[in-house]
């Protein structure tokens, strides 16, 4: 159509002698074709090329002329019959990169000839990254505008739009990896699209910053390229679940190598090794898209299909790409940054499908695991009834099986020994006697209800009715017995066990009294931390612990009494008397204002308590 309402221009270019050159040399011209790259004329120039594009104003029949230059590579000045039309800001090193820009002009009439008028074009531009000029129309504003805004659509606003989805996609899917981090796939996908990011930002960039020179900002270029081709692949290797080490360790070293390849490039072979890089990360990323392809085909799932679709469309692009890279052809557009978006959002899709499917296999999980929750609470409510049952019943049968002790330690052992006293005894046995007996069986009976009944741990209150019969019986036999009793009032920790010291100790004294023949007998109360100590001490005869063990009841039950705290029981006897050391642990809790461990020895006739004379 162009051919049709525009000019016939006639092309020529010419190289200058240095880059300072401001006007084109007189000789030394001859005709090219546009597009035209002159590394195939002049291979390995850097420097400054200028072409002549000569047309005749009568073409445009009295109306206005403009012109259309799809692109010039990398920087450069334009005239129209000598006077300047638009200049770049940097025709030396670092040059401007304006190789993507194209122009549009509406051409001065005051500039123009009536017949033969030239458009001289300066290029600066390096050898290693195909420089030359694009395609130039000269023609009527309304055939030559649609020529621009299309070229300024695909070569900008597409690449602009490339860009806006990929940092969008890139910041979403990291911050997501940041929050998830066994998703690999998601850090994979943020670091290829950040990568891609910096390759397409050569799409836009008119300069060379944050670089000093074009030749640093194509060796960046391109490492951001071997970067995209490395987690570009490993995306896929993550997304479908394969995890063979040696592959990755492969791919890193593979990655590693290409990186400092091109780093350590000297100035003369950047452009091979960049061809060569370039190369092969345009292979890595077109053999892992066939790969995924087939994977796809074999899943057979919509999803999957989609995006492999996605990635037969992006390779066409690539390999368009490569080739134009190549100088296989000279359009000097490249479309993946076009085409990359789509397969970039299919693989955002694809990611959200996925996530999408394991929230829904969770919530599925959440309500089994909800319904079974509340059957294993039915069932331990039933259980927790029956263990309630259990428990009730197992303390009924422990009070009356403590009760039965109490009553065989004290009631029993008095009854037993005033009834053998009593068998033996002369017939006329006076009623004092029978009186005394019946006292012990009252005070027995007193000691059993004070401790079942009474409401207070106090180690001390719950004692002294103990002591002050014990002692009584002690007095009357006249038998010795000292008590050492700590120095602070210490709380017992429940009634249990207040039941089971008084008992440990009834037990004991009785049987010193009784069987030992001592003259004198020492209890030592005391507190270690949570453990209470009992110790009684007598000088009697002795006699031997171990066959009193098989057939005595009452030490048996001192012996459980004591066990039931796990504590310790030790009995010794011998011919100079016995020593019974008891350790309860866990029963005490001392007073906060009162060091426990803290002992003080009270008189031989203690203070009796309060009421009792």
């Given at each position: 159509?162009?051919?049709d309402?525009?000019c016939?221009?006639r ?15 007189l ?11 002159w ?11 200028w072409?002549?594009l000569?047309f005749?104003?009568a073409?445009a ?21 000598d006077?300047l039309?638009?200049?770049d ?16 002009w ?5 500039l123009?000839?009536?017949g033969?008028?030239?458009?001289t074009?300066?290029?600066?531009g390096l ?15 309304a055939?030559?505008?649609p ?11 597409l690449q602009?739009?490339s ?6 996609l ?14 690999r ?8 699209s ?34 995209y081709?490395g ?25 590693a190598?290409?990186?400092?390849a ?13 061809a ?5 990360s345009?292979?890595?990323v ?8 087939g ?9 999957y ?5 996605c990635?037969?469309?992006f390779?066409?692009?690539g390999?368009h790409?490569?080739?134009t ?6 359009n ?16 955002a ?5 996925r ?5 829904n296999r ?9 319904a079974?929750?509340?059957d ?5 409510g039933?259980?927790?009834?029956r ?6 019943t ?9 009760l039965?002790n ?15 006293t009593?068998?033996?005894a ?11 007996v019946?006292?012990e069986?009252?005070?027995?009976l ?7 009944a ?15 019969r014990?002692?009584?019986s ?14 602070h009032?210490?709380?017992?920790s429940d ?8 008992r440990?100790?009834?037990e ?9 023949g001592?003259?004198?007998?020492q209890v ?14 007598d000088n009697?005869h ?18 459980m ?10 009995l010794?006897?011998?011919e ?8 309860m642990e ?19 006739q203690?203070?009796?308590p309060?009421?009792?004379?």
């Amino acid at each position: 159509m162009a051919a049709d309402v525009t000019c016939a221009v006639r092309a020529e270019a010419t190289r200058a002698e240095n880059w300072a050159a401001q006007t084109p040399p007189l000789d030394g011209w001859m005709p090219v074709t546009l597009p035209d790259m002159w590394t195939t004329r002049w291979p390995e120039f850097d420097g400054v090329v200028w072409y002549r594009l000569n047309f005749d104003a009568a073409c445009a029949q009295g109306q206005p002329l403009a012109a259309w230059m799809d692109w010039l590579n990398m920087a450069g000045a334009i005239y129209l019959n000598d006077a300047l039309l638009e200049q770049d800001a940097q025709l030396t090193e670092p040059l401007s990169r304006m190789w993507n820009t194209p122009r549009y002009w509406l051409l001065p009439a005051p500039l123009l000839h009536p017949g033969k008028n030239h458009l001289t074009v300066r290029v600066s531009g390096l050898a290693a990254y195909a420089p030359g000029l694009g395609q130039v129309v000269i023609g009527a504003p309304a055939d030559v505008r649609p020529l621009f805004d299309n070229a300024w659509l695909v070569r900008y606003d597409l690449q602009w739009f490339s860009l806006a989805t990929t940092a969008t996609l890139a910041c979403f899917f990291f911050a997501s990896w940041l929050m998830r981090r066994q998703e690999r796939s998601y850090g994979w996908f943020s670091l290829q699209s950040f990568a891609w990011f910096g390759v397409v930002t050569n799409q836009v960039a008119t300069t060379v910053w944050p670089f000093s020179t074009t030749d640093a900002w194509e060796v960046a270029n391109t490492l951001m390229f071997i970067v995209y081709g490395g987690s570009f692949t490993m995306f896929f290797i993550s997304f479908v679940g394969v995890k063979p080490r040696r592959t990755t360790i492969a791919l890193f070293a593979f990655i590693a190598f290409q990186a400092l390849a091109i780093l350590l490039a000297p100035q003369a072979r950047i452009e091979e090794v960049r061809a060569i890089l370039m190369t092969m990360s345009a292979t890595l990323v077109i053999c892992c898209c066939l790969w995924f392809s087939g994977y796809a085909l074999f899943r057979r799932q919509t999803p999957y299909l989609v995006l492999a679709a996605c990635t037969i469309i992006f390779i066409a692009a690539g390999v368009h790409d490569l080739l134009t890279f190549l100088g296989v052809l000279t359009n000097n557009i490249y479309y993946t940054a076009l085409t990359t978006q789509f397969l970039m959002i299919a693989m955002a899709l694809l990611l959200a499908w996925r996530f999408t499917q394991s929230q829904n296999r969770i919530e599925g999980f959440n309500d089994e695991l909800t319904a079974k929750v509340a059957d294993a609470q039915a069932e331990l409510g039933e259980m927790l009834t029956r263990q309630h049952t259990l428990e009730v019943t197992h303390a009924r049968v422990s009070e009356r099986l403590s009760l039965a002790n109490d009553l065989h330690d004290g009631l029993g052992n008095t009854l037993t020994n005033n009834i053998i006293t009593l068998e033996h005894a002369p017939r006329d046995e006076t009623s004092d006697r029978f009186l005394a007996v019946l006292r012990e069986l009252r005070d027995d009976l007193r000691n059993i209800i004070d401790t079942v009944a009474t409401s207070s741990h106090s180690l001390a209150e719950l004692i002294a009715p103990l002591r002050h019969r014990i002692m009584r019986s002690f007095e009357v036999r006249d038998v010795a017995c000292r008590w050492t009793m700590p120095e602070h009032d210490v709380q017992l920790s429940d009634t249990r066990v207040a039941a089971d010291v008084m008992r440990l100790l009834q037990e004991s004294l009785t049987n010193a009294l009784r069987h030992s023949g001592a003259t004198a007998v020492q209890v030592d109360i005391g507190v270690d931390g949570a453990a209470l100590l009992l110790s009684i001490k007598d000088n009697g005869h002795g006699f031997d612990p171990e066959a009193v063990a098989v057939t005595g009841l009452g030490l048996r039950s001192m012996r459980m009494r004591a066990g039931r705290y796990g504590g310790t029981f030790d009995l010794r006897s011998s011919e100079k008397g016995t020593e019974l050391q008891i350790r309860m642990e866990d029963v005490v809790q001392p007073l906060d204002d009162a060091p426990s461990s803290t002992e003080k020895n009270t008189s031989e006739q203690s203070p009796l308590p309060p009421g009792e004379g």
